[in-house]
């Protein structure tokens, strides 16, 4: 009996096993690892738009897609849509590598934010990958972080303005006061920017010795400003034709390197003390720490409408390692990964 027993228990067991791990090895597709987003309706005070692509009464919000950062993607469009008074009124226009199908990436959307008003546009990352040279995090020199770069060739001539956002970030405020910012005439862009940073640290001794590219700097007041969160003019970028501008600084650091972070630095030289300043609320950035180690960093003083995990840290990655730190507990609420033991009610 006891031998007969003691077989049973080892079947079962190999049984198990088994199981366990046919389960543990079966992988759901990625655009099933995401739970459906709750539908957000306008308020009565809202303007009913009719032509969403080119709506000037819309809010347009660009943003990149990709599967490294498709979490956060989510999210970011999810505490969008759930602090916005008129959600209906919002449009994403989310840009794809061209070299990298989208179908995964556009079904994820769709399943999780069914009711969503986007478009998806195919971004030709060949000619600018080879205008891109290495940087101190290998993140910074992904072809797709450059497209914020040529958003006014991608995106309809028809669209006068748009907010450009990374995916590493969260709006706890309407993103429509954000996108009502007014541009002085003379600038394409506002971003909150900082003028207390160091700001000779993004460019090289070798930039800043020699006179004809230091001088770029001069009669301007340059401050620094992150590029992941700016409302942009479109018009005013095509007819100024700031996309050259920036590529031509792009082929000079291909020649002689002139500064070490990403996409960034050819912003600067173009744009810095040459923007509308937003408040700092809209951009409390480095929450992911510096581009090395990506340690645990505090909010800014102040109010807070937009947290933003710049640097090498990422919330949702720290979640997952159980190392988070503690502002990533605010992100955590906007995640619309499924847990694996969640119980759906």
Same mark, same amino acid.
């Given at each position: 009996?006891k031998?007969?027993t003691l077989?049973?228990l080892?079947?079962l067991?190999?049984?198990?096993?088994?199981?366990?791990?046919?389960i543990t090895t079966t992988t759901?597709?990625?655009?099933?690892?995401f739970?459906?987003?709750?539908?957000f309706?306008?308020?009565?005070?809202c303007t009913?738009?009719?032509?969403h692509?080119?709506?000037?009464?819309?809010?347009?919000?660009?943003m990149t897609?990709?599967?490294?950062?498709?979490r956060?993607s989510?999210?970011?469009?999810?505490s969008?849509?759930q602090?916005?008074?008129? +959600?209906?009124?919002?449009i994403?226009?989310?840009?794809?590598?061209s070299?990298?199908?989208?179908t995964?990436?556009n079904r994820?959307i769709?399943?999780?934010?069914?009711?969503?008003?986007?478009q998806?546009y195919p971004f030709?990352?060949?000619? &600018?990958a080879g205008?891109i040279s290495?940087?101190?995090?290998?993140a910074?020199?992904c072809p797709?972080n450059?497209?914020?770069t040529?958003?006014?060739?991608i995106?309809?001539i028809?669209?006068?303005?748009? &907010?450009?956002?990374d995916s590493?970030?969260?709006?706890?405020?309407d993103?429509a006061?954000?996108a009502?910012? +007014?541009l002085r005439?003379?600038?394409v862009?506002?971003?909150?920017?900082?003028?207390?940073a160091? =700001?000779?640290?993004?460019?090289?001794p070798?930039f800043?010795s020699n006179p004809?590219?230091?001088?770029? =700097?001069a009669?301007?007041?340059?401050?620094? =400003?992150?590029?992941g969160?700016?409302?942009i003019?479109l018009?005013r970028w095509r007819?100024?034709?700031?996309?050259?501008?920036? @590529?031509?600084w792009?082929?000079?650091?291909?020649r002689m @390197?002139?500064?070490?972070?990403g996409?960034?630095? +050819?912003f600067l030289?173009?744009?810095?003390?040459?923007?509308?300043? &937003?408040?700092h609320r809209?951009?409390q950035h480095?929450?992911g720490g510096?581009?090395? @180690?990506?340690l645990c960093?505090?909010?800014?003083?102040?109010?807070?409408?937009?947290l933003h995990?710049?640097?090498?840290?990422k919330?949702?990655? @720290?979640?997952?390692e159980?190392?988070?730190?503690?502002?990533d507990a605010?992100?955590? +609420?906007?995640d619309?990964l499924?847990?694996? =033991?969640?119980i759906?009610v």
């Amino acid at each position: 009996m006891k031998f007969t027993t003691l077989i049973t228990l080892c079947i079962l067991f190999h049984f198990s096993k088994h199981t366990l791990s046919t389960i543990t090895t079966t992988t759901t597709t990625l655009e099933e690892n995401f739970k459906e987003a709750p539908k957000f309706y306008n308020s009565p005070t809202c303007t009913i738009i009719t032509n969403h692509t080119c709506s000037i009464e819309a809010v347009h919000v660009a943003m990149t897609l990709d599967v490294s950062y498709i979490r956060g993607s989510m999210a970011a469009i999810l505490s969008i849509l759930q602090h916005s008074s008129c +959600p209906e009124n919002i449009i994403f226009h989310f840009i794809t590598s061209s070299s990298k199908p989208s179908t995964v990436l556009n079904r994820i959307i769709t399943n999780s934010f069914p009711y969503l008003k986007y478009q998806i546009y195919p971004f030709n990352d060949a000619p &600018v990958a080879g205008l891109i040279s290495t940087s101190i995090r290998s993140a910074l020199d992904c072809p797709l972080n450059y497209a914020r770069t040529y958003l006014a060739d991608i995106l309809p001539i028809c669209l006068p303005k748009v &907010v450009y956002l990374d995916s590493d970030l969260i709006l706890v405020d309407d993103i429509a006061k954000l996108a009502a910012t +007014p541009l002085r005439s003379n600038t394409v862009l506002a971003a909150p920017e900082y003028c207390n940073a160091n =700001f000779s640290i993004y460019f090289t001794p070798s930039f800043w010795s020699n006179p004809s590219l230091s001088l770029t =700097f001069a009669n301007r007041e340059a401050c620094y =400003f992150n590029t992941g969160v700016m409302v942009i003019d479109l018009q005013r970028w095509r007819s100024g034709e700031y996309t050259t501008m920036i @590529r031509e600084w792009m082929e000079l650091q291909k020649r002689m @390197r002139i500064y070490e972070l990403g996409s960034l630095p +050819p912003f600067l030289l173009v744009f810095a003390g040459r923007i509308t300043a &937003v408040d700092h609320r809209w951009n409390q950035h480095g929450l992911g720490g510096d581009n090395f @180690r990506g340690l645990c960093r505090d909010l800014h003083p102040g109010p807070v409408s937009l947290l933003h995990w710049s640097g090498k840290g990422k919330p949702w990655a @720290r979640l997952d390692e159980n190392r988070a730190c503690p502002l990533d507990a605010l992100w955590a +609420p906007y995640d619309l990964l499924k847990t694996h =033991f969640a119980i759906e009610v």
